[in-house]
């Protein structure tokens, strides 16, 4: 997640030593955390019920309970380690299972959605929501799932219809959507507070505890509260221990605000060697940036493009693979034909942005203006996407639109990367 601004708001800039120049992560500690890390109980049984649903499926191939079963294991192993193969596997056994059941079990289309959703596949999410309303109607769950994919697909009006048709749910899913809302529509604090209440409502359920708090220290460091951040995010990992989010997110901190490259380093390859998300090699490759090693820093780009270029990923990360094509690796008509793919596979005001900077990268001024005026002016922005634009502005000689994009990106200065950080410095000074 990353906090939206409206541009059109005026935001004072501050210098950069208004923000605590002490050290924030526990170089020790983290040391020791990492010299001693082992598998959390709820990797543990994750890993059990695995074995366990994996024996009962080639016993039993044919039994109507064991592959969603498995599948649901498979899925949450890759909430936790972040193979892809287990997400891709486990999306193709429901269907199975979907296909078993003739179609008639609303359920199935939910998590077939849901599954959808996290490959990215937004409008197929769409089409197995429609299913299961055709089945059951418009239940509650049905709403919630609604307001997932209509957030997505850039729906936001819609979404935030649902979520006040929702609001006497006090729920954790309800908790959870609002403050993805929130913090969609600039209120922060709100958001942040939203999740931890939906901790709260969790109860025993350690792995919904932590998925709120860990949400909770991302919105953090957006926030630029990066003592709050790191607490919660030590929180989270006493929950589960396996909770490598997390453990980047001190390794970012101890990178963004304590400068201890060193340190980031190593956690970032430690989470590397444990788990086979591609997301620490591009944290690596920030390390690179942070140090000016831009030959390292290809190294970690190369390598993190040739992981997310496996079909098995789809279009999950392209959002980095167009950050990195207009930058280090600088391959601008990759990033545009990507770029224009995610246009058309949710189109939000962030997709615009990437296709706009892409184009300009790409030497295609005149068609990234018209786009930008078109789709993203005046529309809510990320970060990343502030920055672009900032940096769109001025090249096409926009001074006072571009210092505006950047005074709403140094807001957000904690989602960017050393070098960008760097720039948006310089040319506010």
Same mark, same amino acid.
């Given at each position: 997640m990353n906090l939206r601004y409206f541009i059109f708001l005026a935001f004072p800039f501050f210098a950069a030593c208004n923000n605590s120049e002490k050290k924030i992560v526990n170089a020790a500690f983290t040391d020791s955390l990492l010299l001693h890390y082992s598998p959390s109980v709820q990797a543990k049984t994750t890993d059990s019920n695995l074995l366990f649903w994996q024996r009962r499926m080639e016993s039993l191939p044919d039994n109507f309970v064991n592959g969603p079963e498995y599948a649901s294991t498979l899925a949450a192993r890759f909430r936790m380690y972040g193979d892809i193969h287990d997400l891709t596997r486990a999306d193709s056994l429901f269907k199975c299972s979907n296909k078993a059941n003739q179609g008639k079990e609303p359920g199935l289309f939910r998590t077939l959605a849901s599954l959808a959703m996290m490959q990215h596949r937004f409008k197929e999410a769409d089409s197995f929501r429609i299913k299961a309303v055709n089945i059951d109607g418009k239940t509650i769950t049905n709403a919630f799932l609604d307001f997932d994919v209509s957030f997505e697909l850039g729906g936001y009006a819609r979404a935030k219809n649902i979520l006040a048709s929702l609001a006497k749910d006090k729920s954790y899913s309800y908790l959870f959507r609002? $403050?993805?809302?929130?913090?969609y529509d600039g209120s922060l604090d709100t958001a942040i507070s939203c999740l931890m209440q939906a901790a709260e409502k969790a109860g025993t359920n350690k792995y919904l505890v932590q998925v709120a708090v860990s949400n909770a220290a991302d919105l953090c460091i957006h926030k630029g509260?990066?003592?709050?951040?790191?607490?919660?995010?030590? /929180? $989270?990992i006493k929950i589960d221990a396996a909770d490598f989010h997390s453990i980047m997110g001190i390794g970012w901190i101890a990178l963004v605000q304590d400068k201890n490259d060193t340190l980031a380093e190593r956690i970032f390859q430690f989470v590397h060697a444990h788990q086979k998300s591609p997301d620490a090699l591009l944290k690596l490759e920030q390390v690179a940036e942070a140090r000016g090693d831009s030959l390292l820093q290809k190294k970690y780009a190369a390598a993190f493009v040739q992981q997310v270029n496996d079909s098995a990923y789809g279009n999950m990360y392209n959002k980095y693979l167009i950050d990195i094509y207009t930058g280090i690796l600088n391959q601008p008509a990759k990033a545009a034909a990507i770029a224009l793919q995610e246009t058309g596979n949710r189109s939000t005001p962030q997709t615009y942005a990437w296709y706009a900077w892409s184009l300009f990268c790409n030497n295609e001024k005149d068609k990234a203006y018209q786009i930008f005026k078109g789709f993203v002016s005046g529309?809510?922005?990320?970060g990343l996407e502030l920055y672009y634009m900032g940096r769109l502005m001025k090249e096409m000689d926009k001074?006072?639109?571009? /210092?505006? *994009? *950047?005074?709403?990106?140094?807001?957000?200065?904690?989602?960017? $990367?050393p070098s960008k950080v760097k720039?948006?410095?310089?040319?506010?000074e």
């Open positions: 609002r $403050s993805k809302y929130e913090h509260d990066l003592k709050q951040a790191y607490g919660l995010y030590l /929180q $989270s529309k809510p922005l990320e001074g006072y639109n571009a /210092q505006q *994009f *950047f005074k709403a990106a140094w807001e957000n200065r904690y989602d960017l $990367s720039y948006l410095e310089k040319n506010l």
